[in-house]
């Protein structure tokens, strides 16, 4: 129901844009949220944005990346500045309804000399 987008690899300090493509009908009533997992670590929580635009971040990467949606187009977005070698992981897309995680196939980040 999601797929992400926009991963690669990057130079510290440098930047990225991970897209979200969402194919829910309810999509723009809906909090969206992405995660990042690292090898050997658990899935963290790294920004949350509630259908009205409130948004709330780790606070590792509290500001350094921005999370923002267009609901026109369905798509949920995280700008991601200044990245460090600690932001390397796999970046998913997700919704909970209804106590129910939905996820997308995730998105590989790279952040290396």
């Known amino acids: 129901q999601f797929v992400e987008s926009g991963g690669g690899l990057v130079q510290p300090g440098g930047s990225l844009r991970l897209s979200c493509a969402s194919s829910?009908?309810?999509?723009?009533?809906?909090?969206m949220a992405w995660y990042r997992q690292a090898p050997g670590k658990e899935r963290e929580r790294v920004a949350t944005i509630s259908s009205g635009g409130i948004t709330d971040y780790a606070d590792s990467v509290k500001g350094r990346f921005t999370i923002s949606r267009d609901n026109a187009k369905n798509m949920v977005y995280l700008q991601m500045n200044s990245l460090k070698s600690e932001d390397t992981a796999v970046y998913y897309c997700?919704?909970?309804?209804?106590?129910?995680?939905?996820w997308g196939q995730g998105t590989q980040v790279t952040v290396s000399s």
């Open positions: 997700n919704t909970n309804q209804v106590g129910r995680d939905y």
């Open positions: 829910r009908s309810f999509f723009r009533f809906e909090t």
